[in-house]
């Protein structure tokens, strides 16, 4: 292996919005596999919320990115080289393979790809840890029941689009909140969400009584701050508020911002849980398939927002995130190299 | 009946901690019960954080008092003159009757007083609805196992300190939060917490840190504010947030401050739940026999905070529990009439 590796590192803790600088672009040899390894060629990179969170020194659900240490980031790539009994070169593997050209491998968390189910980029979307987390966060822990109101917030994001969207397969009246127009229309005339508010509009208050006249029994919330506390006005008795993300609060530079109407949860018998979709790796297969099922029956669609790029655009495209340009599951394709 | 009544009737929506003019002191004639109803003269008035709530206009559990309404509260008093079939003159009664001399009641929601059980106080503290929030909050909302680390604040409050020792007959690792040396000495000393912090003393994050040092399973808490933030910080996985009040927030003059710590909730996979005793209305009879038992085998401890005072007095004594001078269930004891 000759070709070299190309690396985003973690240079400095970003104070607010990351900046480029906040990482290294370096260049090394590519690494060769030892017994038990394989070498991985990354063609597609999952950007999301939550990478923002792991650059953060705070102590968390993972360890920290270290300053110094490759970008973490989960991706999907071709084993060009395999010294592991479970994988052989040419396969394509999914894995959390951080922000670089190629990466080694000891296989764990590593699964294979089955482009059967679904093309390439829908394994880091609906059939990935996106739909996995949408999946066990509205069911296992919103529980929501047919016939109840759902809203769920970044509903046009990359879990949120799918919560919403297996909220009304499951028989509920299912409310997306957004940031435009355009991804309101996406998600009532193209996902079937009963309806959507712009956030933006600056109405959340007044289009939550109207849409939701009794009550939110769910709230699967990515957002935090003002949303949060808007919807926590209007839950219905015994509610279930899903904590997936807070993706207003990530680049805050003050401490977050807590939800002042939390004693609504006294108010109206409510709950408030956070969960993370590790905890549920035994149901992985079950999750996949029901998803996989729902694709193939035209229920669920998938929206991938794939930005074709060298890597070296890496920083550019993931703040895409936190500027509200993406819609579905924002994706970076790196192509195959040299190609 | 002759006799005059006595009336506090809110005469004002209060801004921060009330104040004597925001209720009028009224003198009436007393009232004639009709058909179905029984005239109670109140001898002790159970004085709660939560009627604090109750003054302000904010839709809650429960509908506001009105401005010119006599104020809400609990209380226990004798029969002195029955129309209704369930009551004779002469028995005491506990019901929700008012800050006031004499109560009309039809009957609905009063309980029989069984002074054999425990003295009169008692039934308004341990065996009331004091100990009934701490009974469900704690054991079905919390959930403790034995072995688990509960941490109670309000701990020398009404509700915290049965809570704190209901845990402590349930085999947990009880840690206790209250304001000041001598609540924190009654609660190891007496009650039998394994550890008391004294918020005043400004170590709560070095002492949670001591005394839970595996993290927090269930917190029960009474406070709210910069404690519940603290708390957030040390939950261990799977933990049960209980809330149960927010009495740092009730006279707070700006919006209420929400938990910026609760993010925490994802990262421990933790919940946050709140509740309320009616709810529970049906299991009162097993509570209140259970609690009666652990009170007679001297396993639980009653401690009312008994304020024998003219009804003249309410505001004052009522405010004590904003200023943190109460230990235990307090009771404004009006005695009976002329006497």
Redesign the interface.
């Known amino acids: 292996m000759s070709e070299p590796n190309a690396q985003w590192r973690l240079a400095a803790r970003p104070v607010g919005l990351p900046k480029r600088s906040d990482w290294d672009y370096v260049h090394e040899p590519a690494p060769e596999p030892a017994d038990g390894q394989i070498l991985v060629e990354l063609e597609y990179l999952s950007l999301d919320p939550a990478m923002r969170g792991w650059m953060n020194e705070a102590?968390?659900?993972v360890p920290p990115v270290g300053i110094g240490e490759v970008m973490r980031a989960g991706g999907i790539g071709r084993v060009t080289e395999s010294r592991h009994p479970n994988f052989t070169a040419g396969e394509l593997v999914s894995g959390m393979f951080g922000v670089q050209r190629y990466a080694l491998s000891d296989g764990q968390g590593v699964r294979t790809v089955d482009t059967s189910l679904a093309p390439v980029p829908v394994h880091l979307g609906v059939l990935g840890m996106t739909g996995l987390t949408a999946y066990f966060g509205l069911l296992d822990v919103g529980r929501p029941e047919p016939g109840q109101t759902v809203v769920v917030s970044g509903a046009a994001g990359a879990v949120g689009n799918v919560a919403g969207q297996i909220a009304r397969i499951k028989g509920c009246r299912t409310i997306g909140i957004a940031g435009g127009p355009e991804k309101c229309e996406w998600l009532t005339e193209e996902l079937g969400f009963d309806a959507a508010i712009d956030y933006k509009a600056g109405e959340v208050r007044a289009d939550l009584r109207q849409y939701a006249p009794n009550g939110v029994d769910v709230y699967f919330d990515n957002v935090?701050g003002e949303l949060l506390?808007e919807v926590l006005r209007r839950l219905a008795r015994n509610a279930r508020v899903v904590?997936?993300?807070?993706i207003s609060?990530y680049n805050a530079e003050q401490?977050?911002?807590?939800?002042?109407?939390?004693?609504?949860?006294?108010?109206?018998?409510?709950?408030?849980?956070?969960?993370?979709v590790f905890?549920y790796a035994k149901r992985y297969p079950e999750a996949v398939a029901q998803l996989a099922e729902w694709l193939q029956d035209g229920k669920l669609i998938s929206r991938e927002d794939v930005v074709r790029a060298d890597l070296e655009q890496f920083p550019e495209v993931f703040l895409r995130l936190f500027r509200g340009e993406n819609v579905g599951k924002l994706i970076l394709e790196l192509g195959r190299h040299g190609r």
């Open positions: 102590r968390s659900y935090g506390d904590i997936c993300g807070a609060q401490p977050p911002r807590g939800p002042a109407n939390y004693m609504q949860l006294l108010v109206e018998r409510a709950s408030m849980a956070g969960f993370l905890d």
